[in-house]
């Protein structure tokens, strides 16, 4: 993953928390136009920046990372669904997918 897709994968979360940027600059101790400059990457973002901001959205490390080299928000939803049913379901739709090989 490199650092374009690293900012990209911020903005993502940070809508999809329904917060603006100054209101993320702010819950992160930062100045207001402090995340301006890490999405338009006149800033390098730091690593226990990145960790503070997966706090703030309410992700883990794991949860922007773990989507593979190319982000893909449409993927994310499945498994975010897929994670919230029963394990019953979650084994059904695991059945219909192996089966749709």
Known sequence: MDYDEIIRR???FRTRANLSQRETSLRLGYNPQ????????QVQLKV????DFCDVVGITFSDFV?????FNPER????????????EKQDT?????KSMK
Not at 34 to 41: C, D, S, V
Not at 48 to 51: A, D, I, P, Y
């Open 10 to 12: 911020v903005g993502y």
């Open 34 to 41: 402090f995340m301006q400059t890490i999405e338009n990457k």
């Open 48 to 51: 226990s920046t990145l960790l």
């Open 66 to 70: 773990y989507l593979g080299k190319t």
């Open 76 to 87: 994310k939803e499945i498994l975010d669904v897929y994670s919230s049913l029963s394990e």
């Open 93 to 97: 739709i695991l059945k219909l997918m």
